[in-house]
Nanobody
Framework: QVQLVESGGELVQPGGSLRLSCVVS????????MGWYRQAPGKERELVAT???????NVVESVEGRFTISRDNAKNTGYLQMNSLKPEDTAVYYC???????????WGQGTQVTVSS
């Protein structure tokens, strides 16, 4: 019954911006850490950014200064704001949550981001 639903992915030109959303249901989101991952064609899934349940954040060097991860616990929703997008950002983006209490993890279905001129 736990569901993570990503949205916001679309075709965008280089230099453009997108905001991805991850709506969580079936659990209390505030109990979980959250991460955004992406997978490009022919490549392994890679971590992009994380936000802990206390609000602490980390982003990988390849997106540092361009991407911002955030959360709104009252709305059971996590976000990934993506600015100055590059063609190499093209991938399916996945939301993941994990609990340090139950040691469980859950994944969303992914949303396609395509950066192309």
């Amino acid at each position: 019954q736990v569901q993570l639903v990503e949205s916001g992915g679309e075709l965008v030109q280089p230099g453009g911006s997108l905001r991805l959303s991850c709506v969580v249901s079936g659990v209390t989101f505030s109990f979980f850490d959250m991460g955004w991952y992406r997978q490009a064609p022919g490549k392994e899934r890679e971590l992009v950014a994380t936000i802990a349940r206390n609000g602490g954040t980390n982003v990988v060097e390849s997106v540092e200064g361009r991407f911002t991860i955030s959360r709104d616990n009252a709305k059971n929703t996590g976000y990934l704001q993506m600015n100055s997008l590059k063609p190499e950002d093209t991938a399916v983006y996945y939301c993941r949550i994990n609990s340090h209490v139950t040691m469980r993890e859950y994944w969303g279905q992914g949303t396609q981001v395509t950066v192309s001129s």
